[in-house]
Nanobody
């Protein structure tokens, strides 16, 4: 069974940067490389929000609030996806979850941005 494990979250001051990683295991390369994948975030009391996604052909999409600040990427050989987050704002605070396709979801990593 495949699983995803996020890492890289933490506490950072506004204007700082973090790089989230989503490492997969048990997912064969063809499934990983052929899937659309991305990152959601959720804050207590709010709906889950799709922050960024990347397709099998590496087309990317971002929610408007993070455009120009966040960058999603993947390394198929390492079966790992990344989210580089720059110029972080307090409203970026939340639990960030990665997903691969429609079947695999991570457990989340907390990102807290202090003002």
């Amino acid at each position: 069974q495949g699983r995803l494990v996020e890492s890289g979250g933490g506490l950072v001051q506004a204007g700082g940067s973090l790089r989230l990683s989503c490492k997969s295991s048990g997912i064969i390369l063809s499934v990983f490389s052929g899937s659309t994948m991305g990152w959601y975030r959720q804050t207590p009391g709010t709906q889950r929000e799709l922050v960024a996604s990347i397709s099998s052909s590496r087309d990317t999409n971002y929610v408007d609030s993070v455009k120009g600040r966040f960058a999603i990427s993947k390394d198929n050989a390492k079966r790992t996806m990344y989210l580089q987050m720059n110029n972080l704002k307090p409203e970026d605070t939340g639990v960030y979850y990665c997903y691969v396709g429609s079947q695999y979801y991570g457990q989340g990593t907390q990102v807290t941005v202090s003002s």
